[in-house]
């Protein structure tokens, strides 16, 4: 008779019961709060700084599928609040704890034949009972249970390991991926273990823990991933989505791990939209079905309802007791499947440890480790010749960059580097979206090595701080005909540049934001006015006297002309440029202004509630911004270029908010632009502002770097 006992219930103790009444609640609500927050934030995501970002890391699906995204994020919360509700009101109902109004503590076939009856009142009721009821073909106690949850968990598997190699292939996080990939091999052998050890002799108890690992892991891929990864970013963005402090963006470091781990946080397809909700769904369906399958004992009658229930067993294992053919077939087939989840788990560990076992390079500044690969994964790979003990040449930078994956580079940092050849190598980083030279001074970048649209077609932005060039010539690496399509932003900041090709208009973009500071241009190139910079800054130049053309560009925007040898503006500016907005001249010795000045003058000061303007001497308290911080601006100006004549407004309201959130951000940090202002308390020069952005301290630099010497005293190869 031992046999005949094929309990359909987890019977609990009432205070059992009590605890996973009080689990399952807090779930419901953990989790439709965690859909509702991200139906929210998808809602007014378009109006937020974060939106900027994404679209400058092109993550994510485009702005107009938002309200999409959180239409599908709300329903999913609405589901599992649907689940509290009746969770609540059942257990008002009933006057103790309940799932739903309508629970019942009988099991077996008479509960079963209560429900049927009701349900036949209507054909709709009748077949929801057949499939629903919990011995109907989706119950958690029907004859197809094990091949139903087969398929459940083939496909909820399936998208696991898909998200665990994304991981693998996005987060830096190491214990994060390995907690993961633990979770989902874990899960794949409890399919063998459950099935086979784990409660053999107790049908109820084994399908109730199958569901509950499964439950466990849907709950990690459904929220428990970009929750930790939200959680790190916390004190980089306020409950706005806006951004804390606009110096974050320099952080290489930072920028790098943000363009890695949003794609595991924002939906970045439709395939990922439909495993999220596959996910929350899966949970929800898990949730139900593990309800059903607990029952609380009778408080005072629980040797009652074990023999009743025994009593049921009893007779419904007469009619089971010769199983049809299909049933063994089925068995059979339901333990070659469990056998292949746990090799699956196995394979997955394996690939894992593989992955981890790959060196970690000193030139990775952050390194991945995507499964299947033979070489290490750089998304941000440094350059740092004085650490590296290397001088630049050509033959050591290429050997370190062959000891990596070129192509998964997204970010470059070279620094510290009194000869920097660079190889051809260089062609071989088609993901490379941004380069950051350093203290270095460029021996050779030639054009087998330029940055090229067909070798880097994502390329967004040039940073150039601290750096000579030889002879003080533009490099052959910046002049390429094939120049890419997305790089707008150009920086040279404190370098020896002294005169750029008179052919620069025909490689370079036009509407680009340029900024050539604090170096050694005695004239305004007319290549730069004829590229029609949307931003042009020629700060701290020696530049004593400006072209009127200057000042006629239809583009732009912004003007910075400060730290220069200026004594007076031209005077025949006979069509001043309808959008330019902003001028800004600090330490400028001029004292008089030819009339076609007043319409720019009245022009900045009805837009100053926007952003404060500096004029000549402006007020102090409103310190103009940075040249740099015009940089965070490059990232979404390649989509203001492609899409100016359909997006025009929405650019200048975007402009409006970013320049008041840079306002107030740059009021708060107390950056100034001008080098040579009095340092007061909270204010910061400017070669300095410039180091702290690179992340790079005197004492790290060598003793013959650029920080220790005048720019014009080195020169290329000097050790």
Same mark, same amino acid.
């Given at each position: 008779?031992?046999?005949?006992?094929?309990?359909?219930?987890?019977?609990?103790?009432?205070?059992?019961?009590?605890?996973?009444?009080?689990?399952?609640?807090?779930?419901?609500?953990?989790?439709?709060?965690?859909?509702?927050?991200?139906?929210?934030?998808?809602?007014?995501?378009?109006?937020?700084?974060?939106?900027v970002l994404l679209e400058a890391f092109y993550v994510g699906m485009p702005p107009e599928y938002h309200h999409t995204i959180s239409f599908v994020y709300a329903i999913m919360s609405g589901m599992h609040l649907v689940c509290i509700l009746?969770?609540?009101?059942?257990?008002?109902?009933?006057?103790?704890?309940?799932?739903?109004?309508?629970?019942?503590?009988?099991?077996?076939?008479?509960?079963?034949?209560?429900?049927?009856?009701?349900?036949?009142?209507?054909?709709?009721?009748?077949?929801?009972?057949?499939?629903?009821?919990?011995?109907?073909?989706?119950?958690?106690?029907?004859?197809?249970?094990?091949?139903?949850?087969?398929?459940?968990?083939?496909?909820?598997?399936?998208?696991?390991?898909?998200?665990?190699?994304?991981?693998?292939?996005?987060?830096?996080?190491?214990?994060?991926?390995?907690?993961?990939?633990?979770?989902?091999?874990?899960?794949?052998?409890?399919?063998?273990?459950?099935?086979?050890?784990?409660?053999?002799?107790?049908?109820?108890?084994?399908?109730?823990?199958?569901?509950?690992?499964?439950?466990?892991?849907?709950?990690?891929?459904?929220?428990?991933?970009?929750?930790?990864?939200?959680?790190?970013?916390?004190?980089?963005?306020?409950?706005?989505?806006?951004?804390?402090?606009?110096?974050?963006?320099?952080?290489?470091?930072?920028?790098?791990?943000?363009?890695?781990?949003?794609?595991?946080?924002?939906?970045?397809?439709?395939?990922?939209?439909?495993?999220?909700?596959?996910?929350?769904?899966?949970?929800?369906?898990?949730?139900?079905?593990?309800?059903?399958?607990?029952?609380?004992?009778?408080?005072?009658?629980?040797?009652?309802?074990?023999?009743?229930?025994?009593?049921?067993?009893?007779?419904?294992?007469?009619?089971?007791?010769?199983?049809? +053919?299909?049933?063994?077939?089925?068995?059979?087939?339901?333990?070659?499947?469990?056998?292949?989840?746990?090799?699956?788990?196995?394979?997955?560990?394996?690939?894992?440890?593989?992955?981890?076992?790959?060196?970690?390079?000193?030139?990775?500044?952050?390194?991945?480790?995507?499964?299947?690969?033979?070489?290490?994964?750089?998304?941000?790979?440094?350059?740092?010749?004085?650490?590296?003990?290397?001088?630049?040449?050509?033959?050591?930078?290429?050997?370190?960059?062959?000891?990596?994956?070129?192509?998964?580079?997204?970010?470059?940092?070279?620094?510290?580097?009194?000869?920097?050849?660079?190889?051809?190598?260089?062609?071989?980083?088609?993901?490379?979206?941004?380069?950051?030279?350093?203290?270095?001074?460029?021996?050779?970048?030639?054009?087998?090595?330029?940055?090229?649209? +067909?070798?880097?077609?994502?390329?967004?932005?040039?940073?150039?701080?601290?750096?000579?060039?030889?002879?003080?010539?533009?490099?052959?690496?910046?002049?390429?005909?094939?120049?890419?399509?997305?790089?707008?932003?150009?920086?040279?900041?404190?370098?020896?540049?002294?005169?750029?090709?008179?052919?620069?208009?025909?490689?370079?973009?036009?509407?680009?934001?340029?900024?050539?500071?604090?170096?050694?241009?005695?004239?305004?190139?007319?290549?730069?006015?004829?590229?029609?910079?949307?931003?042009?800054?020629?700060?701290?130049?020696?530049?004593?006297?400006?072209?009127?053309?200057?000042?006629?560009?239809?583009?732009?925007?912004?003007?910075?002309?400060?730290?220069?040898?200026?004594?007076?503006?031209?005077?025949?500016?006979?069509?001043?440029?309808?959008?330019?907005?902003?001028?800004?001249?600090?330490?400028?010795?001029?004292?008089?202004?030819?009339?076609?000045?007043?319409?720019?003058?009245?022009?900045?000061?009805?837009?100053?509630?926007?952003?404060?303007?500096?004029?000549?001497?402006?007020?102090?308290?409103?310190?103009?911004?940075?040249?740099?911080?015009?940089?965070?601006?490059?990232?979404?100006?390649?989509?203001?270029?492609?899409?100016?004549?359909?997006?025009?407004?929405?650019?200048?309201?975007?402009?409006?908010?970013?320049?008041?959130?840079?306002?107030?951000?740059?009021?708060?940090?107390?950056?100034?632009?001008?080098?040579?202002?009095?340092?007061?308390?909270?204010?910061?020069?400017?070669?300095?502002?410039?180091?702290?952005?690179?992340?790079?301290?005197?004492?790290?630099?060598?003793?013959?770097?650029?920080?220790?010497?005048?720019?014009?005293?080195?020169?290329?190869?000097?050790?």
């Amino acid at each position: 008779m031992a046999r005949a006992k094929l309990p359909e219930v987890v019977q609990l103790s009432s205070w059992a019961f009590a605890v996973w009444w009080t689990l399952f609640l807090i779930l419901h609500t953990v989790v439709s709060f965690y859909n509702a927050v991200y139906a929210y934030y998808y809602w007014i995501l378009h109006e937020s700084y974060v939106e900027v970002l994404l679209e400058a890391f092109y993550v994510g699906m485009p702005p107009e599928y938002h309200h999409t995204i959180s239409f599908v994020y709300a329903i999913m919360s609405g589901m599992h609040l649907v689940c509290i509700l009746l969770m609540i009101v059942g257990s008002v109902w009933q006057r103790s704890l309940a799932f739903t109004p309508w629970s019942t503590r009988k099991v077996g076939p008479h509960a079963s034949k209560i429900k049927v009856t009701r349900a036949k009142s209507t054909v709709v009721r009748n077949i929801y009972s057949k499939l629903s009821d919990r011995h109907g073909l989706f119950g958690v106690n029907g004859r197809y249970f094990h091949e139903i949850q087969l398929l459940r968990e083939i496909a909820e598997t399936s998208l696991q390991t898909l998200q665990a190699y994304r991981m693998s292939k996005f987060l830096p996080r190491t214990l994060l991926n390995r907690f993961y990939v633990v979770l989902l091999t874990v899960n794949c052998w409890s399919s063998v273990f459950v099935n086979s050890c784990i409660f053999k002799g107790n049908e109820a108890r084994r399908r109730f823990g199958s569901i509950a690992l499964d439950c466990a892991l849907d709950l990690v891929a459904c929220m428990g991933v970009e929750l930790i990864i939200v959680v790190s970013y916390s004190n980089d963005f306020d409950l706005n989505l806006d951004i804390s402090s606009y110096l974050i963006l320099f952080n290489n470091e930072w920028m790098a791990r943000a363009y890695n781990e949003f794609q595991m946080v924002v939906v970045v397809s439709w395939w990922d939209l439909v495993s999220r909700a596959t996910f929350s769904i899966g949970l929800l369906i898990g949730t139900t079905d593990m309800k059903d399958l607990l029952q609380r004992l009778p408080l005072n009658d629980n040797q009652v309802a074990q023999s009743t229930l025994t009593a049921v067993a009893v007779k419904d294992t007469k009619k089971m007791a010769q199983p049809p +053919t299909g049933t063994l077939v089925s068995d059979k087939v339901i333990r070659t499947i469990n056998l292949g989840f746990g090799i699956w788990g196995a394979l997955v560990l394996a690939l894992h440890i593989h992955a981890s076992s790959q060196p970690t390079l000193p030139q990775c500044l952050m390194q991945v480790r995507p499964w299947a690969t033979s070489r290490p994964s750089c998304y941000l790979a440094g350059l740092d010749c004085h650490t590296l003990q290397i001088s630049g040449e050509i033959n050591e930078v290429d050997d370190l960059w062959s000891e990596f994956d070129t192509t998964t580079v997204v970010q470059m940092l070279i620094r510290h580097c009194p000869a920097l050849e660079v190889p051809n190598r260089f062609t071989e980083f088609h993901r490379l979206r941004e380069v950051k030279v350093y203290n270095t001074t460029i021996k050779d970048w030639g054009e087998s090595a330029a940055i090229t649209n +067909t070798n880097h077609p994502e390329f967004t932005g040039l940073y150039l701080i601290r750096v000579n060039m030889t002879d003080g010539v533009l490099p052959a690496g910046f002049q390429s005909t094939d120049f890419p399509q997305l790089l707008y932003c150009i920086e040279l900041s404190i370098t020896n540049l002294r005169e750029l090709p008179v052919d620069l208009d025909t490689k370079w973009l036009l509407g680009s934001l340029i900024a050539i500071e604090y170096s050694q241009l005695s004239v305004v190139p007319l290549a730069v006015v004829r590229l029609q910079p949307y931003y042009l800054s020629l700060t701290g130049n020696p530049i004593t006297e400006l072209p009127p053309e200057i000042f006629e560009i239809d583009v732009m925007e912004i003007l910075c002309i400060s730290n220069m040898n200026l004594r007076e503006l031209p005077r025949n500016v006979t069509n001043l440029s309808d959008s330019l907005r902003w001028v800004f001249m600090l330490h400028a010795d001029i004292s008089f202004f030819w009339s076609w000045a007043d319409e720019l003058v009245e022009r900045m000061e009805g837009a100053q509630a926007t952003m404060p303007s500096v004029l000549a001497e402006g007020p102090r308290e409103s310190p103009p911004p940075h040249a740099s911080s015009a940089i965070s601006r490059c990232r979404t100006h390649a989509d203001r270029i492609e899409h100016r004549n359909q997006m025009d407004q929405v650019r200048r309201e975007r402009d409006a908010a970013w320049h008041r959130n840079m306002r107030n951000g740059r009021e708060r940090d107390g950056l100034v632009e001008d080098p040579e202002q009095s340092e007061e308390p909270g204010q910061v020069e400017e070669s300095e502002l410039l180091e702290r952005l690179l992340q790079v301290s005197d004492d790290d630099a060598p003793a013959n770097a650029l920080v220790d010497s005048e720019i014009d005293d080195y020169t290329p190869g000097e050790e």
